[in-house]
């Protein structure tokens, strides 16, 4: 679980992150508070995969809450309102700018006042990180030894009470037996000797008790002061870290894995590691109802989003896989595709089609289109799916090189062939696409045509399609594929 934790102020926010693996805050950095501060921390959760915010809530010496914090409560609201997948804990906090200043003099002798709110951020996510219990583990070793110190402390006070009251006690107990046995001198004499011997005995043991918990205080201490330096030496390497350049990503509509593996490579990504992760195994439901041996053309969503330098590429692509399972249970694809008499594969697949076919204003009409047609038994007949198959084929056109040899070209790509739909998806559709399959027009056209002039055109008959053609498409129709 990642957390992020946040040092509310009108001026400014500490920003700092942890990790329940680990247990340990961060700082992140700072962010002004001139209206921007929402889509910015949007973007700080996003990179770090979390929707757990701890604020820093403020009280009064006396421990009762303060107009700063009710300033933190009315920023939490808006937050919720901003992001309404965030979830908000509060955190006590108490003279954490002080402290942290103190930590940030201890490392550094110049620093910004952003500096002391992340820091101050930084202190109160530990704080709440420290309160968590793991279900079957214990607590983190920073925070035993706190305890330790503090029972310590606790327990020598303690005993020093109790060596005093013994004492007196003592001394009052022989008081009282001199003056009710004096008339048994000898015998009483004996019996005092073994009462204050035993009682000598006690003291001592609690005076041994005390030396040992001295002891433990100073231990706990010299372990406290070496995990504090091993804290500075883990928050200066992840400061360094943290310098990291932010990189964006996009895999855009109507894209192919080929597209996609293009612009890894040019990032620097080798293109075994692009390989690697395109052929690794993705833990997605929607994933599992694919064919044996399709790839992850079709599934991967067009999205724009920012990583951090040196991501695994197969973690850039869960991003993208994790956002297309999120588009497909919102709005339901796998119901809606069914009702077309399509499985999630299939509507994907014709998806992939109708967004290499047409703009997004024509996309339910096409849909409409290939939907129909396959209804009747006829050919889906879509170039873009036969350009697919020799893109698999021969992507330099050295065997097909002409349209009429490309059309029928032996792949089961190709819809001008083989009845049906393709074998796969030909691109990553976009939402316009997936939704046009899952709600098509309610027309009952046959056939269509992109015109010269970017228009499409429709038609119910073969007879209008071939004039629609050579009314307008004389330059787009015979362009090589």
């Known amino acids: 679980m990642r957390v992020i934790g946040l040092d509310i102020g009108e ?10 693996s680990t247990r340990i805050a961060v700082p992140i950095g700072f962010i002004n508070v001139d209206g921007s501060e929402w889509q910015r921390i949007a973007r700080i959760a996003n990179l770090q995969g979390t929707n757990l915010f701890v604020l820093g809530l403020p009280r009064s010496n006396e421990g009762s809450e303060t107009q700063q914090s009710l300033y933190v409560r009315n920023f939490a609201k808006e937050l919720i309102r901003q992001i309404p997948e965030a979830k908000v804990r509060f955190q006590d906090e108490s003279l954490t700018s002080v402290e942290a200043e103190e930590r940030l003099k201890s490392r550094k002798r110049n620093y910004e006042k952003g500096e002391i709110d992340a820091e101050a951020a930084t202190i109160i996510l530990q704080d709440f990180m420290e309160g968590l ?31 005093k009251a013994a004492a007196t006690e003592v001394k009052d107990n022989a008081t009282i037996i001199a003056k009710k046995q004096s008339d048994k001198v000898k015998l009483n ?25 001295l002891i433990g205080v100073g231990v706990a201490l010299l372990v406290k002061e070496q995990r504090h330096q091993e804290y500075l030496a883990w928050v200066a390497e992840q400061e360094a870290q943290m310098q990291a350049e932010v990189f964006n990503f996009t895999i855009r509509p109507g894209e192919t894995i080929y597209d996609i593996k293009q612009s890894l490579i040019e990032l620097g990504y080798s293109a075994t590691e692009v390989d690697q992760a395109f052929n690794a195994s993705y833990d997605f439901e929607f994933l599992r109802e694919r064919p044996q041996g399709a790839t992850l053309e079709g599934y991967l969503y ?15 692509l869960t991003k993208y896989l994790k956002k297309m399972g999120e588009v497909i249970s919102e709005n339901s694809l796998e119901a809606s595709y069914a009702a077309q008499g399509l499985s999630l594969y299939e509507g994907i697949t014709l998806a992939s089609v109708v967004q290499k076919e047409s703009k997004a204003a024509d996309m339910p009409t096409v849909a409409q289109v290939f939907l129909t047609r396959l209804g009747y038994g006829m050919l889906l007949g879509s170039d873009v799916t036969v350009s697919y198959a020799l893109d698999t084929i021969d992507p330099n056109r050295q065997i097909y090189g002409d349209n009429y040899s490309a059309l029928d070209v032996d792949s089961c790509y190709n819809t001008r062939r083989y009845a049906g739909l393709p074998c796969g998806p030909i691109s990553n559709p976009g939402l316009a696409a997936l939704l046009a399959v899952a709600n098509p027009s309610d027309t009952s056209y046959l056939y269509f045509l992109t015109g010269d002039d970017g228009l499409m055109y429709y038609s119910y008959t073969e007879d209008e399609h071939l004039r629609n053609a050579s009314l307008y498409c004389q330059s787009l129709c015979q362009v090589s594929l």
């Open 11 to 20: 001026k400014r926010i500490g920003v700092a992150k942890a990790d329940s």
């Open 133 to 163: 219990v793991d279900m079957g583990t214990s607590k983190p070793l920073a925070e035993e030894v706190s305890t330790s110190v503090e029972g310590s402390t606790g327990v020598v006070a303690g005993v020093a009470a109790g060596v």
């Open 189 to 213: 004499t004996k019996k005092a000797k073994h009462k204050m011997k035993t009682a000598t005995k006690w003291v001592s043991g609690i005076a041994i008790i005390v030396i040992l918990a």
């Open 302 to 316: 067009g999205e724009t989003y920012e990583f951090y330098e040196g991501t695994a590429v197969k973690d850039i």
